[in-house]
């Protein structure tokens, strides 16, 4: 075994005010008290142009930093499965530096996955790769919907990373709790995926995090913010 392995700190899920999830060691909710699926519609897909950016196209591939549960991505498939121009496959990359273990994440999933994305959250969590670091891949739809898996440090990870990447999901904890998912040298690394005409979203929305995607080559702006937020990110 190599010096540089690092095993992995699984999440621990706690439960706060209304029964929120959020992550003790973060201090963070793992998404928005005006819902998941809101927020995922709202922020990431239309903040990205989806799904019509993906329409006539033979693949589309999204980069996520902080899986979480996988709302973003079940909400994205679901929207894929639903539209009937989709592109013919759909790659989505996402790391996340403490995922949770299959049985947690299967019981979360069963109790926070909106109803909607039930039956997709019920396939993920069947083919939850063990908590390994490095990449997973599975695959849905027959292999039209891939999803990488990146488990451990997201700044480790993002060099390794082979991918033409056409919408950004930046959505790790706030900034001011885990600033090292916002930092200019990681989206630097992120933004050498970029394809032409790629775009970002994000809710996160302070004036570093823009200097910070304007450093890595995005042009970004402040657009309405969902559930409360009154900006979030957007950019291409």
Not at 35 to 53: D, K
Not at 191 to 208: I, K, S
């Amino acid at each position: 075994m190599s010096s540089s392995y690092v095993p992995l700190t699984p999440a621990v899920a706690g439960f706060g005010e209304q029964g929120r999830l959020y992550s003790p060691a973060y201090g963070d909710v793992y998404h928005s008290p005006s819902g998941a699926l809101g927020q995922a519609e709202h922020v990431f897909l239309r903040g990205n142009g989806l799904p019509e950016r993906w329409r006539g196209r033979d693949a589309f591939t999204v980069c996520e930093t902080g899986f979480g549960l996988g709302l973003n991505f079940l909400a994205l498939w679901r929207a894929w499965r639903d539209d009937p121009q989709r592109a013919h496959r759909l790659h989505v990359v996402s790391l996340e530096a403490h995922p949770f273990g299959r049985e947690d994440l299967a019981a979360l999933l069963a109790r926070h996955a909106p109803e909607a994305l039930a039956p997709l959250a019920a396939q993920l969590a069947a083919q939850w790769p063990p908590l390994l670091p490095g990449l997973h891949r599975l695959e849905f739809e027959g292999g039209a919907v891939t999803l990488t898996l990146g488990f451990g440090d997201a700044q480790a990870l993002a060099p390794r990373l082979s991918a033409r990447v056409d919408a950004y999901f930046l959505d790790g904890f706030a900034p001011e709790r885990n600033p090292r998912m916002w930092e200019a040298p990681l989206l630097k690394d992120l933004a050498r995926l970029a394809a032409p005409d790629a775009t970002v979203a994000t809710w996160a929305c302070t004036g570093e995090l823009r200097r910070a995607l304007q450093e890595a080559g995005f042009a970004v702006r402040r657009a309405p913010g969902y559930g409360g937020k009154w900006h979030m990110t957007a950019g291409t």
